[in-house]
């Protein structure tokens, strides 16, 4: 790009972006944030109402699910908020 323009690299004016800087942070395949709260709820179903199966059920099917999503595309959560923060009537 820099020959395109007709500028000269500068030796030492290099700055490596990292993958960390630039890939979602998964827990076990799904969105951190998704995982924790899923987690979380399935906790509560399975421990505070003492619905074992349900929650593990109800785990593992969100876990999936998220892990589905993420395959597809990671920022999915990001996704969903910015389309869930916009009125409907901008839509059809």
């Known amino acids: 790009m820099a020959e395109i323009l007709g500028e000269e690299e500068i030796a030492g004016f290099e700055a490596p972006v990292h993958r960390s800087l630039i890939e979602p942070i998964l827990v076990a395949g799904a969105p951190r944030a998704v995982a924790i709260i899923n987690g979380t709820i399935s906790a509560a179903l399975g421990l505070g109402l003492r619905l074992w199966i349900a929650g593990l059920v109800l785990w593992a ?10 395959k597809r ?13 916009y009125p409907a009537h901008f839509g059809c």
């Open 61 to 70: 099917v969100g876990h999936m699910a998220a892990v589905w999503a993420a």
């Open 73 to 85: 595309d990671p920022f999915f959560v990001e996704v969903v908020r910015r389309h869930v923060r």
